[in-house]
């Protein structure tokens, strides 16, 4: 009897694990798994001073995304901020210097992806 219990039980275990597998290979939308930056970019990467670059983004599994940037030389010029913005967009910006922008991703429970950041070169 209990082999029997044993034998039907793993064999349910398994069966919702696979389900649990195949599920997990559909596309998915939203919260629910794993939070990721799917991309980010600066373009373009090289500009002149004061000429626009586009900041890119899109995540996944995230509530809203930050973005921070400042010198990529160390100076006295402190660090610009931009939180609670959508999991997906864009934003100009206009760079003096070289910059580093850096986004992070944030669910409901907290930051919640590692940094990613990009450079921006300017002339």
């Given at each position: 009897m209990k082999t029997n219990?044993?034998?039907?039980?793993?064999?349910i275990l398994v069966t919702a694990a696979a389900l649990g597998v195949m599920r997990t290979q559909a596309k998915h939308q939203g919260l629910g798994f794993s939070?990721?930056?799917?991309t980010f970019t600066a373009t373009p990467a090289v500009?002149?001073?004061?000429?626009p670059v586009t900041l890119k983004w899109e995540t996944r599994g995230t509530a809203s995304i930050s973005l921070e940037w400042g010198p990529a030389h160390p100076t006295s010029q402190g660090l610009e901020l931009h939180a609670g913005l959508?999991?997906?967009?864009?934003?100009t910006v206009l760079p003096t210097a070289d910059t580093v922008y850096e986004l992070r991703c944030y669910t409901v429970a907290g930051p919640m992806c590692l940094p990613i950041s990009e450079t921006v070169q300017v002339k």
């Open positions: 219990f044993l034998l039907l039980l793993t064999l939070p990721e930056v799917v500009v002149h001073a004061g000429q959508p999991s997906a967009g864009t934003m």
